[in-house]
């Protein structure tokens, strides 16, 4: 049997990928798309858009096992708890929560569904985050000082992007935690760089789909490590993956991107 999706977003740059993913999918149909924008218009099959203040019948009706979101962090906090109270699981790639945001999806989820949450569900630079990690290992210990880098297009509303924030929290595991601290762009008289600190940049350009870089400068080097997303195709790929991966799940918990790799590369 096929599964049975909605997308939340679904008129959106990331979303419509994933519209076209799920409707090509053998083994996925998709019974709603929902977004305020285009109201009504076709998506594919006989599925029309769907007005966000109709989100909870929608699920009443088409009955979907899966709810995949790529809004923004506000409708996404809204549309999970609708989503949770259904008993819908959940692919949620909407970035920039505040940490009470988090805190309401961790309660909305928590014992009542299974969910996967990633700022970034390219396969890519689900490896990039390893790779950044194993580096700051090895080289902290030779005082390198390390600093993320993002680009994006001009459209994107947060700063940093979730994929940077992750990216220095796992650079940051290596600081000594009373000293750690993130500097985001710098301006003035900042005086010297200190060798706790993780700057964080980021940069709003034209149509760039996402580009992270970790630079790591020691004593006459630099080594970078940078992923560069193309298209979203690479969003839609492993937003797809996660779809039928967390419709097997029956723990009712926030699953991440790593643990579902975790176990596809064993399986
Ligand atoms: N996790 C990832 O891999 C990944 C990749 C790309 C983008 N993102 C994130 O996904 C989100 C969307 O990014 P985008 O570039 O596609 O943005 P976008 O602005 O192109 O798309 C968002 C869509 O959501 C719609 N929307 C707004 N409120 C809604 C609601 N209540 N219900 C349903 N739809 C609603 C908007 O009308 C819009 O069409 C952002 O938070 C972005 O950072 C995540």
Redesign the pocket.
């Known amino acids: 049997m096929a599964i049975r999706v909605v997308v939340?977003?679904a008129?959106?740059?990331?979303?419509s990928h994933i519209v076209q993913g799920v409707l090509a999918h053998a083994d996925m149909e998709l019974v709603g798309g929902?977004?305020?924008?285009g109201v009504g218009e076709v998506l594919g099959s006989g599925v029309r858009v769907t007005s966000?203040n109709e989100l909870g019948n929608l699920l009443k009706e088409a009955k979907p096992q899966v709810l995949v979101d790529?809004?923004?962090a506000a409708?996404a906090v809204?549309?999970v708890k609708i989503a949770a109270q259904q008993n819908v699981k959940l692919v949620v790639?909407?970035?920039?929560f505040s940490a009470e945001q988090f805190k309401e999806l961790e309660t909305a989820i928590t014992g009542h569904v299974s969910a996967i949450i990633?700022?970034?569900?390219?396969i890519g630079v689900n490896v990039f985050w390893n790779l950044i990690a194993e580096a700051a290992r090895q080289l902290h210990t030779y005082q390198y000082h390390m600093e993320v880098i993002e680009l994006h297009h001009a459209?994107?509303k947060?700063a940093p992007s979730?994929t940077a924030l992750k990216a220095a929290e796992l650079l940051a595991a290596y600081l000594p935690a009373a000293d750690r601290r993130f500097v985001y762009g710098r301006q003035g008289m900042t005086g010297e760089r200190t060798q706790e600190e993780i700057g964080i940049h980021a940069i709003r350009a034209g149509e760039i789909v996402g580009e992270h870089t970790v630079l790591y400068a020691g004593n006459g080097e630099r080594l970078e490590i940078t992923h560069r997303a193309q298209s979203?195709d690479a969003?839609a790929l492993?937003a797809l993956t996660a779809i039928a991966w967390i419709h097997g799940k029956a723990e009712c918990r926030i699953f991440s991107m790593a643990e579902m790799l975790r176990e596809l590369e064993v399986a």
């Open positions: 939340a977003g008129k959106g740059r990331t979303g929902v977004d305020p924008q966000p790529f809004t923004n409708a809204e549309n790639g909407t970035t920039g990633s700022p970034n569900f390219s459209h994107k947060d979730g979203r969003f492993g």
